[in-house]
């Protein structure tokens, strides 16, 4: 508490539900372990008080904000800029205030596809079958398009984010290397179809995630196979019940989203203060057995 002071920069982190959140922890223990005079804080923040969040970052002029579900996509309208990648994925997840200009960016990508080379996976080249298209799913699959995965078959609702997994498809086929199609997560068996020659599944959405703990959108084992990559970007609780399907499945590589978690706030992190994030000594306090 000795590093809170009359000089002390806020950050925050907006969202709904965020109780749950380890990005305070990691970034705080960041912060401390640099010894930069940072205070990170998360407010919850749903859609209809997100206009006076944002308000509140010039107020009270705070370096800045994380953004999480729902608000990634609904905050573009009320920045002054946006990264090209976030103009791209049309999500944001980082907002940084340059003396009151505030900028939107999108590390949700980067932080996904660094996660996997943490844990020495490369995607490059395979295909992935992706659900949700909403502010972590459109970054994935965009920046995973990017850095050069062959194919990404995309699932998703016919809801509000069905336009925007549209316009994903689209854009990742006329401005990237790889082949993107849309397909409709009500129809069961195209899903298990696209997953029996999928090297990676990634699970994008909320579900798994309170108050969705108990359920998932693969729920039969046979679905998957052992030489594949299972990802869900949830990572409260630390097993999903998407994870536990896999395991049962005997697949190789089961992640939660921890590790993305980790990168995207480490590039955050630069944004706000200029410096790296050390990010062993974090890895070392958040990749424990512990369960949420």
Known sequence: MERIDGHTILIGLMAHPIRHSMSPTM????FAKLGLNYAYLAFEIDS???AAGVQAIRT?????SNISMPNKQKILPLLDRLSPAAKLAGAVNTVVNDHGVLTGYTTDGTGFMKS???EGLDIRGQKMVLTGAGGAGTPIAIQAALDGVKEIAIFNLHDAHWDQAKK????INDQTDCHATLHELEDQDD?????????????ATGVGMKPLEDKTLVSDPSWFHEDMIVFDTVYAPRTTKLMKVAQQARVKHVLNGLGMMLEQGAEAFKLWTGKEMPVDYIRQLLFTDREE
């Not at 970034?27 to 960041?30: G, I, W």
């Open 168 to 171: 994903n498809v689209e854009i």
């Open 116 to 118: 996997l080379a943490d």
């Open 60 to 64: 009270l002029d705070m370096r800045g």
């Open 191 to 203: 899903f298990r179809n696209e997953l029996a020659t999928a090297a990676i599944y990634c699970d």
């Open 27 to 30: 970034h705080n223990n960041a």
């Open 48 to 50: 209809d008080q997100l």
